[in-house]
């Protein structure tokens, strides 16, 4: 997913370890117990999960299983997901998760005009960044062709009499959803919580985040931090902020690059016009609204847009609120805020 490991921004998720406090009743200090949560962790997708919710019920066998049906589905790095055997033209039908990203992803496509495009992997995969680890770097020629296959329009979903979802593409065009997967997997990990009658959770995988109620153990609102961008490799929160009933991913470009042997850097992020990797000052993009797959998905169109036409695009879309770290002309740090991110 592309590999799921393809945005890499990570957040600190900031929970409270008390299982009591302190009451002063008629002049008494009192010990109250507090509602205590489960707090499940494990590697998914190439990278990490946690997840925090109120109940005693341990799920993660059942988060095992998801994550399982969902990677078989959509992992371009199993060789025999449907993804991949779609992608060598071995199989068209499709399930239900393949289904909701697909159509999901065909949305976000229309409304960025294409700066979305999940049909740009074998471009991505060029360059050295994708689930093929032998293609490499390669010439001007080799992309011009490759860019003849790209164009999430030519590919299309049908049912058929038997009740049979199947995709039509053109021969050579390759599909990786891994910038919208990973969100996506956030969601059917929470949507399954919902369905447990659980009120309170935070899942995250990756940095992507998903939240319902509240920290039932502190009381509060879900805490969580936003990395800063550093060239370094080393991690420091730059903000923190609450979230309550609403999800957050985010896209950036300064941990997944590659450098040429000319000393020229390339970011992951690939123009899906040009098929070259785009050319931006913006460090990461912060995007929070209401399910976490839609918020992956226009943290990487948003990071491909660049802050002008993003700026345009949210004067329509307030159910979108976003925050960019981008170096101005004199390499320093600024940030834009859109449609009232959050500021604590």
């Known amino acids: 997913m592309k590999q799921l490991s393809l945005l890499l921004l990570f957040f600190v998720i900031f929970s409270c370890k008390e299982n009591s406090k302190e009451v002063i009743q008629d002049d008494l200090i009192l010990e109250v117990q507090t509602p205590q949560n489960t707090k499940l962790s494990g590697p998914v997708f190439g990278t990490t999960y946690n997840v925090i919710y109120d109940s005693e019920i341990d799920y993660t066998k059942q ?3 998801l994550f399982a049906v969902v990677n078989q589905s959509m992992s371009t790095y199993i060789p025999d997901s449907e993804i991949s055997k779609f992608n060598r033209n071995e199989s068209y039908k499709v399930d239900t998760h393949f289904e909701t990203v697909f159509l999901a992803s065909k949305d976000v496509y229309k409304h ?3 700066a979305f495009d999940p049909t740009i ?3 991505v995969n060029a360059w050295s960044f994708g689930a093929d680890k032998n293609k490499f770097l390669t010439d001007s020629t080799t992309i011009d062709n490759l860019m003849r296959s790209v164009g999430l329009d030519q590919v299309e979903l049908v049912h058929n009499r038997a009740g049979i979802t199947r995709i039509l593409k053109p021969k050579d065009t390759y599909l990786e959803f891994n910038a ?4 996506y997997g956030v969601d059917v990990i929470g949507e399954f919580l ?16 998903r939240v319902r109620g509240k920290n039932m153990e502190k009381d509060t609102p879900w805490r969580v931090g936003l990395d800063e961008p550093r060239f ?13 009933d609403e999800a957050m991913a985010t896209s950036g470009t300064y941990r997944k690059f590659k450098v040429d042997e000319k000393g020229n850097r390339f970011t992951h992020i690939i123009n899906t016009k040009t098929g070259y990797p785009s050319k931006t000052n913006i460090l990461s993009v912060s995007v929070i609204t209401k399910d976490c797959m839609t918020a992956d998905a226009y943290a990487t169109a948003f990071q491909a847009m660049g802050i002008e036409k993003v700026t345009n ?4 879309r307030p159910e979108f609120k976003v925050f960019i770290i981008f170096e101005n002309e004199d390499k320093e740090l600024e940030v834009l805020n859109l449609n009232n991110f959050p500021e604590n």
């Open 313 to 316: 695009f949210l004067k329509t």
């Open 232 to 244: 370094d490799g080393k991690q420091s929160v730059y903000k923190a902020l609450s979230l309550k």
């Open 112 to 114: 960025t005009y294409g």
């Open 194 to 209: 919902e369905r447990k009658n659980v009120k309170n959770y935070l899942v995250e995988i990756g940095g992507e985040i």
């Open 180 to 183: 919208i997967a990973k969100g």
């Open 121 to 123: 992997g074998n471009v």
């Open 63 to 65: 988060f095992d299983s």
